[in-house]
């Protein structure tokens, strides 16, 4: 496996971390507990059955929290404290072939979940602008399966699922702040044209 191979799946699943940091986590360790795939030592922590029963139940919370207009968006603030320092091991670790983490790889893998984070708890709020919840349930079944996607690709297609995961969350992104622009314009013009029918010319 070469060294851009290695890092492209070190930076997906510091990417992945930043949307899903305990799915991820949990995908990780289930991959390497049924022997599916031969983890690098320093990812070998996430086979422990702790590690998997406290990831698999806080995905299981994070599942259903994230679904919630409102209680997505305060989830994913504290979130914030987790899901980049998990990134920034994951994408290390997966680095690492003697257990070594090392710092250049770990700001990158930062980085990356520092991205992915942002651009979705920042999605997920101009969502909570919406006053139906079916976007919500759209954008996090979406972020649900690319993080799936994703971890099912890692090692055999990291380049694939990489570009198919980032893509995702900027096309995403785009469509709803596209959205945005367009209902703020619309509310704007529609308040424009109350304040102009009201206005002192109103009784003339």
């Known amino acids: 496996m070469s060294e851009a191979h290695v890092f492209a799946i070190g930076i997906l699943l510091a990417w992945l971390a930043g949307v899903r940091a305990y799915l991820t986590v949990f995908g990780v360790g289930i991959a390497g507990y049924f022997g599916w795939l031969d983890l690098p030592p320093a990812l070998e922590a ?55 983490l090392g710092a250049g790889m770990m700001a990158a893998g930062a980085g990356a979940a520092l991205t992915s984070h942002v651009l979705k708890s920042g999605t997920r709020a101009l969502l909570n602008t919406s006053p139906e919840p079916v976007s919500n349930w759209t954008a996090s079944v979406a972020e649900d399966t690319a993080v799936i996607g994703g971890l099912a690709l890692v090692w055999s297609h990291p380049w ?43 009784a003339a």
């Open 46 to 100: 996430t086979t422990s059955p702790w590690v998997l029963g406290v990831s698999g139940a806080l995905a299981a919370a994070e599942f259903f929290a994230d679904k919630i207009p409102g209680v997505d968006s305060g989830w994913d603030l504290l979130q914030t404290l987790l899901r980049v320092p998990a990134g920034a091991f994951l994408a290390a670790a997966a680095m690492s072939p003697d257990g070594d």
């Open 160 to 202: 694939i699922a990489l570009t198919v995961v980032v893509g995702t969350g900027l096309s995403i992104a785009l469509i709803v702040w596209w959205l945005w622009r367009k209902v703020f314009r619309g509310v704007s013009r529609l308040l424009s044209s109350g304040s102009n029918i009201g206005g002192p010319g109103a």
